[in-house]
Nanobody, 118 residues
């Protein structure tokens, strides 16, 4: 059974930090590109950061320099370190796994709420 379980969300003040975790099971984690997406109320889901199977990372311009994505293939976990948080970072954050080999499966976590507010 495939599972992506996110944790680490919560309420934080502007300028604060949070670290999100997403632990995977039920598939070969090291063969999957891992990404974090977010969706704010009334907005479309957007890509935040991606890390490839070879640990190459990319970020959305809106979070570049503030967020870092990393992965631990032993723990089957991907992380999103979020620093200098802004109110506009408030959203539900979703973990995504995309396979690199056929059938290139695509999996989603259930989401974790991040609220940045004073």
């Amino acid at each position: 059974q495939v599972q992506l379980v996110e944790s680490g969300g919560g309420l934080v003040q502007p300028g604060g930090s949070l670290r999100l975790s997403c632990t995977a099971s039920g598939f070969t984690f090291s063969n999957f590109v891992m990404s974090w997406y977010r969706q704010a109320p009334g907005k479309q889901r957007e890509l935040v950061a991606t890390i490839t199977t070879s640990a190459h990372s990319t970020w959305a311009d809106s979070v570049k320099g503030r967020f870092t994505i990393s992965r631990d293939n032993v723990k089957n976990t991907v992380y999103l370190q979020m620093n200098s948080l802004k109110p506009e970072d408030t959203a539900v954050y979703y973990c995504n796994a995309r396979g690199t080999t056929i059938p290139r499966n695509n999996y989603w976590g259930q989401g974790t709420q991040v609220t940045v507010s004073s």
